[in-house]
């Protein structure tokens, strides 16, 4: 929990927000995010963002899944509780193979559903700081956290001369908050344009 | 897009090796039929017949599998395939072919009572068989060959005429207005197919020519499990001419995005497919019903025991394990092999499952399969070049192909 300083680019166009990524990186900043209606195709590329490892993320809980019913089906039907069911053999694997399966898919889903909350930052009650409404609707925000080196004046103007609609400075919660936006505004969130 | 190659020339190493194998196949072939097939030993004649079925109808539905691919995302109106249509194409051009072939040997089998091969062409043994008596009304030589003939006809047909509209993407450029009736018209045409399609590849087909070799047993299962093989190494087939087209320097535009999604479709298949194998077969195991597990005795625990599953590891934990990763499906090199792999994944399959009723007390595979292999192989190989060089090799006016070109999974 800390407040930051960022300077936030609006953009309405797709063609006019990729070269504009494009230029602020050669410029040497470092984007923090760019918050966008939809999902644009190719722009995690464009960012520089690495692939993500959430797919091995599932894979590793597909398999602890298929372990787990594997074990736990072989262990009840073979040691713990055998009974005879239709003169099968108590190691009856085609019969597991559909709970084995389910298994593997729920552990699958339900991990990466997990994790991709976790790595999102995302539960009910989570809040985060807006860097402009109509991020939801029409606007392509780029946002990028100053350091001390940053002048964020002369960042204005370049995002401005590569065809930012709107620019502004902001000092906001970087992180994530529990509650409500009501204080926000008085207490987190500070415009400094003027 | 003045840099496109769009003529498709045949490579002379191409077309060696295609009539090498012609020539070799073609021999086995025929000394196969003259020692064997039409030999008086009954055995020597089923296991000739049963081995050129099986690679027929296979052959047969594998490229029919190319002209599905096309109608059913012509359906979905899809884009992303635009940019190598032309490959599925040539290959489609084979079901003709290999129909004529397949129906020459169907109606050899059928009016010459081979009923070896399908016991419910021995009408005493039918007379006094109530199960068969039952079947009777669709397990005649009437409505067989009558199916038959319709079947590879329409294929044909309703193959052609998609092939046909597609031409018109080549000569001028179109307005919206010519392009949204061209897509209508294209829609149209792939529904004609699909239908058809559906009544006999996924239902009908399957159960005449293959399942009534076990003539008392049935399964639910059987045409769908049919269909998945055919039509994942329809796939498999359709992206290793992709990939031998790149490797030559053609199609410029299909790139490994494209080749993503051919691999996520061999891949989902083959789980597919397996889906099926398990369904019938763990639906028989589970009921242990004499009439039904008649089918799996030998395969599970006979003669057959190793194929039956070899075909498992070969079609579905190879292609589940390889070609799991991301970074697999768009890799040129992995997926031609596992094309290949899969490609001759069903092959055995569809070995095992004609042969395996067949011949139930020992394995057949030698010579005559792998040279009747090499026949069709070689046909295809002479038959699709010929084809892809018949006509450029991109639909450059398609409606849909800037959507191809930058196609991204």
């Not at chain 2, 193959?159 to 031409?167: E, H, K, L």
Request: with cysteine; net charge neutral; hydrophobic share 50%.
């Amino acid at each position: 929990m800390a407040q930051k300083k960022f300077v936030v680019g609006c953009f309405d166009d797709e063609k006019v927000l990729f070269p504009a990524v494009k230029q602020v990186r050669t410029a040497g900043y470092k984007i923090k995010d760019v918050y966008t209606p939809f999902p644009v195709h190719g722009l995690d590329h464009a960012l520089g963002m690495r692939e993500t490892s959430l797919h091995t993320a599932g894979f590793i809980y597909g398999i602890t899944g298929t372990t787990t019913a594997i074990s736990c089906i072989s262990w009840i039907f073979t040691k713990d509780w055998p009974l005879n069911i239709g003169g099968k053999p108590h190691f009856a694997l085609p019969a597991w193979i559909p709970i084995i399966f389910e298994l593997t898919v729920l552990f699958a889903a339900v991990g990466m559903v997990m994790t991709f909350m976790w790595l999102c930052q995302m539960a009910p009650g989570v809040k985060k700081h807006h860097f402009h409404k109509r991020a939801t609707d029409d606007l392509f925000v780029m946002v990028i956290e100053c350091t001390e080196k940053t002048n964020a004046e002369d960042l204005k103007a370049l995002l401005a001369a590569n065809g930012a609609v709107e620019t502004d400075i902001q000092i906001a919660e970087d992180g994530w908050w529990f509650g409500t936006y009501d204080n926000e505004n008085e207490n987190l969130y500070k415009q400094v344009t003027n | 897009m003045a840099s496109i190659k769009e003529q498709f020339e045949i490579p002379g190493k191409l077309k060696t090796w295609a009539f090498a194998l012609i020539g070799i196949g073609g021999v086995a072939l025929l000394y196969g039929m003259f020692t064997q097939g039409f030999s008086t030993d009954e055995h020597e004649q089923v296991h000739f017949w049963g081995t050129l079925m099986y690679n027929t109808i296979f052959w047969t539905l594998v490229t029919n599998a190319a002209m599905f691919f096309l109608c059913f995302s012509t359906m979905a109106q899809a884009a992303w395939m635009q940019s190598f249509r032309r490959i599925a194409e040539a290959i489609s051009t084979l079901v003709p072919v290999f129909g004529a072939i397949t129906f020459a040997v169907l109606i050899y089998v059928v009016l010459g009572g081979k009923h070896h091969i399908y016991h419910w062409l021995d009408t005493e043994a039918v007379a006094k068989d109530p199960i068969l008596k039952g079947k009777a009304g669709f397990l005649n030589p009437t409505f067989f060959i009558i199916w038959t003939t319709l079947a590879i006809t329409l294929w044909s047909y309703f193959g052609y005429r998609m092939r046909q509209i597609s031409r018109e993407a080549d000569e001028n450029p179109m307005d919206a207005a010519t392009a949204k009736s061209f897509n209508i018209r294209s829609m149209t045409r792939s529904g004609f197919f699909l239908v058809w399609f559906g009544l006999t590849v996924a239902s009908t087909i399957p159960w005449l020519w293959l399942m009534s070799i076990d003539a008392h047993w049935y399964s639910t299962m059987y045409s769908w499990y049919t269909f998945a093989s055919s039509f994942v190494a329809g796939m498999a087939l359709i992206a290793l001419w992709v990939i031998y087209a790149k490797n030559k320097g053609y199609l410029e535009l299909t790139n490994a995005e494209h080749l993503h999604d051919i691999a996520k479709f061999m891949f989902a298949f083959s789980i597919f497919w397996t889906y099926l194998w398990f369904s019938q077969y763990m639906l028989i195991w589970y009921a242990n019903i004499p009439e039904e597990t008649v089918y799996f005795k030998h395969r599970v625990q006979g003669a057959y025991k190793p194929i039956f599953f070899l075909n498992l590891v070969v079609n579905f934990l190879a292609p589940l394990i390889i070609l799991m990763k991301r970074s697999a499906k768009r890799n040129f090199t992995l997926v031609a092999f596992m094309a290949v792999l899969i490609l001759f994944g069903h092959w055995i399959d569809f070995y095992q499952m004609v042969m395996g009723s067949l011949m139930k007390d020992h394995v057949t595979l030698g010579w005559l399969d792998f040279g009747i292999l090499g026949f069709f192989v070689g046909v295809l190989i002479l038959m699709v070049a010929r084809s892809l060089a018949s006509k450029p090799l991109i639909a450059k006016n398609h409606p849909f192909l800037k959507e191809s070109i930058i196609h991204q999974v």
